[in-house]
């Protein structure tokens, strides 16, 4: 056996590191830009944090000692916005609007979605585009004719006491989903064509008819996109006011966000009791959003690490 000489192995090259000035420049730039979005956070934070703050403190106490004192705290004005503004009541009210409204906006806007992104035909885009337009008009520019078309629709008497759509919780719902489909259709039709067509081919071997691969495979798969939008709809839906000023015509049917106006004195505003009875209407919105929240932040970054 002939014996190999040892060769000396030649030394892995050291790793090049970046020049120490351009080390401190980047660190110098992502300190910059933290500091900016501390401050921008601040600065929108500071209106919430604010009425949160005051919402706790007694009206005489700070018209005496003024706002930016220190003391006077109380939970009397979250009880006497409840009973003052009849939350109850307009709680109820924007209940029965929004869930039927955010139900119906998105299974109507996924079977929109799911017939543009399963299915190729000549007005493919320009079904689309027609669902999508919708949202392009202001909701001003649409107020007579639709107060107009609302008001000679006749309904039955236990839809409406009026006899029409208008001061119809109906009519309300109706408007809102009609206004919300066409940019969830968009979202969703979006989302909908990543879904592999393998999928729908192994299903139509299967026999599945279309409705049952829109219900058993393209909603589960979609999950992340519809809580996203759930919480963006009851966020739009639950705070619209414009249309509801324009539809009902009868004050015990107006939403939560009527409320506060009940809260506003005629010759003096108590801005205590009205932070407080904010804080209560924003709390509906907050629940849905930490419930949905890992949907909601997994359904915006969708599509983001795709390369």
């Not at 079977?111 to 909701?139: D, E, I, K, S």
């Not at 107006?254 to 506003?264: D, E, G, K, Q, Y």
Request: net charge positive.
């Amino acid at each position: 056996m002939t014996a190999v000489a040892d060769r000396p192995t030649a030394a892995a090259p050291a790793p090049t590191s970046a020049p120490a000035g351009r080390r401190k420049k980047v660190t110098t730039g992502r300190r910059v830009l933290h500091v900016f979005l501390i401050v921008v956070a601040l600065v929108w934070l500071f209106p919430v944090l604010w009425a949160l703050y005051n919402s706790f403190r007694d009206y005489a106490y700070t018209s005496t000692h003024g706002y930016a004192s220190f003391g006077g705290f109380t939970l009397r004005n979250f009880t006497n916005a409840w009973n003052q503004g009849d939350f109850a009541r307009h709680f109820l009210n924007s209940a029965i609007v929004t869930i039927p409204a955010v139900v119906a906006t998105l299974v109507l806007s996924s079977m929109v979605a799911f017939v543009v992104a399963r299915f190729n035909f000549t007005f493919n885009l320009a079904l689309l585009g027609m669902f999508t337009a919708a949202n392009l008009l202001p909701p001003q520019a649409l107020l007579i004719p639709i107060y107009r078309l609302f008001r000679s629709i006749q309904v039955p008497f236990w839809v409406s006491s009026s006899g029409t759509l208008l001061d119809s919780f109906w009519g309300l719902i109706l408007i809102n989903t009609a206004f919300q489909t066409g940019f969830c259709a968009f979202v969703l039709s979006n989302y909908m064509k990543t879904i592999p067509m393998e999928l729908y081919e192994a299903a139509d071997v299967d026999g599945a008819s279309v409705l049952r691969q829109w219900w058993q495979l393209t909603l589960p798969l979609c999950r992340p996109p519809l809580a996203a939008l759930a919480t963006l709809l009851v966020t739009w839906i639950y705070n619209e006011f414009f249309w509801a000023t324009v539809l009902l015509q009868s004050g015990d049917k107006f939403p939560i966000t009527s409320s506060l106006n009940n809260l506003r004195g005629q010759f003096f505003t108590d801005y205590n009791l009205l932070s407080a009875g904010s804080v209560l209407v924003a709390l509906p919105t907050l629940i849905v959003f930490f419930a949905l929240q890992k949907q909601f932040v997994s359904g915006l970054t969708l599509g983001t690490t795709k390369g």
